[in-house]
Structure formats: C-alpha cells, structure tokens
C-alpha cells in the first residue's frame, strides 16, 4: 500500500476555499516563459479555464498574480512569484516529512490489511532514495517504505529493530574519523554492516549566478550575510560543523547559523526565495533551483543492516538490486553532484 499525503492551500475570507493546484501548475509554466495559453496548454487545461481560475484567485486574493501586455504575453506578478516560491518553500520543507508519514501510515495500514510487508529504511534525506523507492517497487513487486530522520537517529532505529536499513553518510576528508567512529560505536561490526549507495558531493548553496562571490566557508561570517543550516543529528551538520572546526571558525560568527530546515530541498528553497543568502548542502538541491553550488566535500552515504538476524528475502531483493539494477543506477548518475560506481559494494572497503 502507498500512501500519499500533500500540502493543501487556502487563501481568502471564510469560508476559506482551497487553492485548485493548477494556479501553482500555471503560474511555473508563465515562469518558464509561456504565455498563459501556452501554459494552459501545458498543464493539459482548456484557455478559458486557466483564465477564469487565475482571475477568481485575483479576487480573492485582492492582487493580481499575472502581468498582461499586449504583444508581450504574460509575466509574474510580484504577488505571483511570491505565491509560487511559497508553494516551493513548503513543499520542500513539508513533503519529506510527508512522504514519512505517509509511509507510517502505509505500514500501519498495510498490516491490517494483510498485505505483504513493506520493506523499512529509516534513512537521512536523500534525492536518490526516491529513485530507489521506484525501481525497488518495479523490480521486487513490493514496497520500500521509507521515513526520514537525522544520520544519527536513523542509525539508532536500526539498532532498536525499527527497521531493516537505515540510510547515513560520512564525508571523504582527512579529519573525518570522529564521524566515522561515532556510527561505529552505535553499529559494531560483527552485528551489522554497511554497503555504499551514493557518493554525492555537499557544498555552498547560493543565489543564482553568485552575485557575493562567495568561495570558501570563511565566507559566511560577512557582514549582512544571512545563512540556512541543517538540523542538530543530520549528516549534514555533523559535516558542517566539522568543517568549521577545521577551518577554525566559530559558529557564532555566522548570521543563521541557529536557522534550520530538515532537508536539501529546503534549504536550497530558502536560499532560491531570497530568504537566506547561502546554505550548505547536496548539489543536486541547488541546481534543482537553479542555484549556484561551490564543491567543499565528496561524501558516502551508506546503507546498514543487521547481520545477526537472518537475511530477509525482501532485503536479499534490494542488496541485489543496488549491484544488478542499471537503470536504477544510470537514474541516479544523472543527478547532478552522484556517483555510483562503487553502488552495492562493502563499507568500510574490504582489504
């Protein structure tokens, strides 16, 4: 059983009334540059209807959401573009978190049910593991449930049997055995292994064509320079937090450094929105925005699962289809920032 959840949008005096999802569909096509019928044309909609719909939202909401000029076609409104980066915002910080709900529920359900059980991973957020998600269900005719937690807490509920894989990652920089050692201690070797996924790269996330110049970590105590983190236990801010430490610089020094977001694709939102001048995550966040993205570390990011329970059939079906699957893997590498050359094999390396 899949369970989908998704954010709802209402605006206007009550009884308030729900946002049809086309206006945000409309209003990225005219972003793109269509004019409003060839936008309309794009979401699959009738003219006359994408014009009523985006005059009723006009009224409700008191402003216009698109500028019309003769000759010209259409252009967002200041109104338009701020609806449609609200709509982004939200979706990439409440969808993750949406998508593991609905995953719980699923599980809830699916037992119920008496369907077959879905396989768990607990895992830090990832834009690959959707892609894993997708190809595990074509190839094994069953579901890969999976929920989204920090690196260190998905790790934790491995260990406490609430799922059967959790997802984490460690950077590939000298300095890193802190890290390293930390998932050790909580995963001993003789009771559960790792097996590598993806290596991706993390870096600056900043506006479009990086009109600040900014270049290196030290960067991001500049004046006026507002910052987006990650959340205490992700991967992510382990890593910063690292790499600021190497770098000898204090967090304090750094506006927004108390700010947080839960995933990539949130920050890199926030950063796209104009609400923070820089963050620090995946690349394939920042030009999922059209943001731009300076390099600072390659990282592995792992899969770990229990070695003294025995194989499942079900998790038997995914370690062979991290090694086997090349679509699955030619899916990933097009993700900007990801390689998957070393997918599937042991981690640490054997020697």
């Known amino acids: 059983m899949d369970i989908k959840l998704d954010v709802q949008w209402a605006a206007g005096p009550d009884p308030v009334e729900s946002i049809d999802p086309l206006v945000f569909r409309l209003l990225a096509a005219v972003e793109r540059g269509c004019s409003l019928r060839r936008a309309a044309q794009e979401c699959a909609s009738s003219y006359r209807h994408a014009w009523g719909l985006m005059r009723h939202w006009e009224d409700r909401l008191g402003r216009p959401l698109l500028v019309l000029e003769r000759g010209r076609g259409a252009a967002l409104s200041d109104l338009g573009r701020g609806l449609l980066w609200a709509q982004r915002r939200a979706q990439a910080r409440l969808g993750p978190a949406l998508d593991s709900l609905g995953a719980e529920l699923a599980q809830e359900l699916g037992s119920l049910l008496d369907q077959t059980a879905a396989l768990r991973l607990i895992a830090s957020h990832d834009l690959a593991l959707e892609l894993l998600r997708q190809r595990y269900a074509a190839q094994a005719g069953r579901a890969l449930n999976v929920q989204y937690r920090g690196s260190l807490d998905a790790v934790r509920q491995l260990v406490a049997g609430r799922c059967e894989l959790a997802g984490y990652h460690i950077p590939d920089l000298p300095g890193a055995e802190r890290i ?22 993390q870096g600056l996330i900043l506006p479009a064509g990086n009109p600040g110049g900014l270049s290196q ?12 983190n990650r959340q205490p236990g992700s991967g992510t801010r382990l890593l910063f937090d690292r790499l600021l430490a190497h770098s000898q ?20 939102a926030m950063v796209a929105s104009g609400a923070a001048d820089a963050g620090f ?71």
């Open 180 to 201: 390293s050692a930390e998932f050790a201690r909580l995963m001993p070797p003789g009771q559960f292994r790792s097996v590598r996924f993806v290596d991706r790269s």
């Open 281 to 351: 995550g995946v690349q394939a966040a920042a030009e999922r925005f059209g943001l731009a993205f300076v390099p600072m570390v390659r990282e592995h990011y792992l899969l770990a699962y229990r070695l003294t329970d025995p194989l499942s059939e079900r998790l038997a079906e995914l370690l062979d289809l991290l090694q086997r699957d090349r679509d699955l893997g030619d899916a990933i590498h097009r993700l900007p920032g990801y390689d998957v050359s070393c997918i599937g094999q042991a981690w640490p390396p054997e020697t």
């Open 217 to 228: 970590l030290e960067d991001l105590a500049r004046d006026g320079l507002v910052f987006i």
């Open 249 to 268: 610089i204090e967090p304090a020094g750094i506006r927004g450094y108390e700010n947080e977001e839960f995933t990539h694709l949130a920050v890199a």
